[in-house]
């Protein structure tokens, strides 16, 4: 099949006006061939400026292959999907709207790619750039709130639990054609923080024989901002991962009981591995990873309480 660009690099936005603009020139500011780019927005109905911010960037750079839409149906699996539809690349690069690509983002990827055509889905490392402090409570089991993902220097398959994160992927677009696009009863809707649209995928892309990969050298930095660390919020963001897997299995009796036990046990594991926090005086740390645990689990039972 033939395509007009060797890559589509994609954004899907929801009222971050202060950070996509950045997200956008951080992909235009590649050593790359623009003539074999796209970069496409996707805005999700911002209320906060973000159109007339990429109406005034494709204004200002009428020399860039950029162009921009606005989903209506309200989610980030509708915005994903609307960017993949759109895309007239081989290949398709998810950037998240607050991050930015580092040197050598889109020639890894477009190596990789052409060097392994086994290959249809890769992923790279996500380096959060706090912008506020970090409070107390936080510790390494929480980087997935601030989208970190590091799997090491070496380029490494996916095989399993682990896969790529939606801040910093890529997909062959074939991969789409073969498989489908992203589950739009899974994923974040407004304010909403249901989860696991990207886990989905990526069991349908393993599923179906197709090869996922870490990237190193795909790198990206994620801004992380002062609401991240909000309680409330990480409690909705902790019974959205339990309320996305309980939506994922939808239908699938036995997978949501095994997963139910999962999800207890991870619980009592919590407060074991938490006793080390304990034993350093660490209180906030032991109460907040016990909590993340126990709010995974009550998402599962309760969906919507991530909405809550």
Request: charge should be positive.
């Amino acid at each position: 099949m033939e395509y007009l660009y060797k890559v589509s690099a994609v954004i899907c936005s929801y009222n971050r006006a202060r950070f996509v603009i950045k997200a956008v020139e951080s992909i235009f500011a590649q050593d790359f061939d623009k003539s074999r780019l796209e970069v496409i927005v996707v805005d999700n109905n911002s209320t906060d400026g973000t159109p007339e911010a990429l109406a005034q960037f494709k204004s200002d750079h009428p020399q860039y292959n950029f162009s921009y839409y606005t989903e209506h149906n309200q989610g980030v699996a509708w915005a994903r999907n609307r960017c993949a539809t759109e895309a007239k690349g081989e290949i398709i690069a998810y950037l998240d709207d607050d991050s930015e690509a580092q040197p050598g983002w889109l020639n890894t990827i477009v190596g990789y790619f052409d060097a392994h055509p086994e290959v249809f889905s890769v992923g790279g490392k996500i380096t959060p750039r706090f912008l506020t402090g970090i409070p107390d409570w936080y510790s390494k089991y929480f980087n997935g709130l601030v989208g970190s993902f590091d799997q090491g220097p070496n380029v490494k398959r996916l095989t399993g639990e682990r896969y790529p994160c939606g801040a910093n992927m890529a997909f062959r677009k074939a991969a789409f054609e073969r498989i489908g696009y992203f589950n739009t009863l899974l994923g974040r809707s407004g304010k909403g923080l249901l989860a696991n649209e990207e886990k989905d995928i990526y069991k349908r892309i393993l599923a179906g024989g197709m090869q996922v990969y870490y990237l190193p050298g795909m790198s990206v930095l994620h801004a992380v901002e002062a609401n991240k660390f909000d309680k409330n919020y990480v409690r909705r963001h902790s019974m959205g991962i339990g309320g996305g897997e309980r939506l994922r299995l939808k239908g699938m009796t036995g997978a949501q009981v095994k997963k139910f036990v999962e999800y207890v046990a991870k619980w009592g594991y919590a407060i074991v591995y938490g006793l080390g926090f304990l034993v350093k005086g660490q209180w906030s740390k032991f109460y907040m990873l016990e909590r993340f645990r126990w709010w995974v689990l009550m998402g599962f039972i309760d969906p919507a309480g991530a909405n809550g």
